[in-house]
């Protein structure tokens, strides 16, 4: 077990400083949604192109993940977590000094590698070195940064870029960056890897060129042509190369990944529903404001404020719920939660051009509710029966799958987005002219991929009903039910 060192490292401080890098890791991901729409309009794009500064993102994290655990048994989880807090401030930097569309997509990427080291590290960092009986508050305030972040985020995009620039957006997380760099530096412990290891380098090559298949695939099929043979040699190579990277991380001596965590039912379930929670999250985040702004012809500020409330009330539902879950029973914290996420999505799949407001603001809160009931607790009962020295594989193995998962459902949306736009503005020629029929055509194209997510969450209320705790002989405590 990795040795951790006391001093100044008290749970107050720990969580304090996981909490502000884990928050500038993924706040862009919410600012730079609400911003696509000025920059297309500054860097003279188009959306199949800015949606990269989405995906590319998220799919470098997907990337990174599975080498982070690597990272930090073989240089220390402190070590790493506060290097990748000094790229993610440097490559926020950069992008606002960004001048064309490739430079600050490249970026984008490389921020999202430092970010998904972040988000392996802090988590592994909590379950090395907080005790278990704060394990679960812990990681309820962990993951009210890993929510809060993409939830708030348009709301500081909205303000930052309406009053200075999207470019003052990325310029705005240096002091930040700066003062998470000071506080982790300070209050971590240090933790320090127990055995040496070595890097399973054609792991990582077949993950990675899983992944970037797939995700090529999913984002320019529709550009390409789904079947056609550039976009099935696409699929194929993903597919082929996702299944030789799980054949040989069970094969292997040391694997990039210990993929025998799955052998644990109550973390692969979670994980997979914690997969579910991510495509309700990242569908929202990225579709609302397009068609808030795009549709609806609102302001980025005005869209930010409009998100703002939700995501506050998720702060709130998420630290009750993270102090309740001991005395009532996790499971209908996550039946009710996954259930609102769910029901909100279809609401939101039913906009109109004269929708108020207030419905729009109703809907998300109570997909905020859902959100701060669920995701959390999934993420404190699949980790809870994880060992302490295959905790960074399981959060390595658990990020990994959600980003790739949310960096696809981007890229799927975004297709349907644009198939659905034409084929809607194709339907209404003739029948309105003009703005009207843009607007229009791109709000029934936003009903229809709120629909397909609707129906892909619906798939988690069923699923959660299996994380019902079935105690064992014996057993205390959440983290004795298996």
Known sequence: MAHIKKGRDSFAFTILAIFLGNFLALVNSGT?????????????????????????????????????????????????????????????????????????????????????????????????????????????????????????????????????????????????????????????????ASKTVSLDKIGLLTVVIGNVSLLLYFTEGSTLGWLSIPALVLFLVGIIGI?????????????????????????????????????????????????????????????????????????????????????????????????????????????????????????MMIRYIGLGLASSIVTSLSMSVIPTEHAGHASSISNWLKQAISALSIAIFSSILAIRTQTHASELNGKIAGKTLKETAFLFATNDTFLFATIILAFSVPLSLFLKKRKTKGAKNQHDYE
């Open 243 to 363: 299944a030789a990277f799980i054949w040989r991380e069970l094969t292997v001596k040391e694997p990039l990944l210990n993929l025998r965590v799955f052998k644990y039912s109550r973390y692969t379930l979670g994980t997979i529903l914690n997969c579910f929670i991510s495509v309700g999250l990242y569908s929202t985040v990225f579709l609302l404001p397009l068609v808030m702004e795009e549709a609806r012809g609102f302001s980025s500020l005005t869209v930010g404020i409009i998100m703002l409330p939700g995501a506050l009330v998720m702060i709130v539902v998420t630290i009750i719920s993270g102090k309740l879950q001991e005395k009532i029973e996790p499971f209908w914290f996550i039946i009710t939660g996954v259930f609102l996420v769910t029901i909100a999505t279809w609401g939101f799949s039913q906009l109109k051009m004269d929708s108020s407001v207030s419905y729009i603001l109703f809907l």
């Open 32 to 192: 730079v949604n609400v911003a696509l729409p000025s920059i297309m309009r500054e860097l003279h794009t188009n959306i199949n192109m800015v949606q990269w500064l989405v995906t590319g993102f998220m799919l470098a994290i997907g990337t990174i993940s599975p080498v982070a655990s690597y990272l930090g048994n073989k240089f220390g989880y402190k070590k790493i977590y506060v290097t990748a807090l000094i790229g993610l401030t440097v490559f926020s930097a950069l992008c606002g000094f960004s001048g064309n569309i490739n430079l600050l997509i490249l970026f984008r990427i490389l921020q999202g590698l430092c970010a998904g080291i972040i988000q392996i590290s802090t988590m592994t960092i909590i379950i090395q070195s907080v005790n278990k009986e704060k394990q679960a508050m812990a990681i309820s305030l962990w993951s009210i940064s890993i929510m809060i972040a993409p939830a708030i985020g348009p709301t500081l995009g909205g303000v930052i870029t309406s009053f200075y620039g999207w470019k003052a957006m990325f310029f705005s997380n240096v002091p930040i960056g700066v003062i998470a760099i000071l506080f982790a530096i300070l209050f971590l412990p240090a933790l320090k």
